[in-house]
Nanobody, 124 residues
Framework: QVQLVESGGGLVQAGDSLRLSCSAS????????MGWFRQAPGKERDFVAAIRWTTSTYYADSVKGRFTISRDNVKNTVYLQMNTLKPEDTAVYYCALGRAILSTIRSPNAYNTWGQGTQVTVSS
């Protein structure tokens, strides 16, 4: 059974940084696309970033230049380094695993395994 467990969320002030981690078990992440999504109250789950097995990375325009996704295949973990956080980054952040192709990499439907989410709250 494949499981993803996120950690690293918390309450920070605007301008601060956080690093989220997503640890996978039950499969090797190097065979998959790994993505981060976020969902604010009353809103849809939005794409944040993704990394392919080739280590190519993709970002939402709203986080480009501030967030960095990376993967450690030895630790079977994917990370999201979030810098210069803004109040609008407040959301539950979810890690996801799938075999998304390039045209669908930003769609939640392209991922078939999800973590439980970790709350990120940025105060102004």
């Amino acid at each position: 059974q494949v499981q993803l467990v996120e950690s690293g969320g918390g309450l920070v002030q605007a301008g601060d940084s956080l690093r989220l981690s997503c640890s996978a078990s039950g499969t090797a992440i190097n065979n998959y696309v790994m993505g981060w999504f976020r969902q604010a109250p009353g809103k849809e789950r939005d794409f944040v970033a993704a990394i392919r097995w080739t280590t190519s990375t993709y970002y939402a325009d709203s986080v480009k230049g501030r967030f960095t996704i990376s993967r450690d295949n030895v630790k079977n973990t994917v990370y999201l380094q979030m810098n210069t956080l803004k109040p609008e980054d407040t959301a539950v952040y979810y890690c996801a695993l799938g075999r998304a192709i390039l045209s669908t990499i930003r769609s939640p439907n392209a991922y078939n395994t999800w973590g439980q989410g970790t709350q990120v709250t940025v105060s102004s």
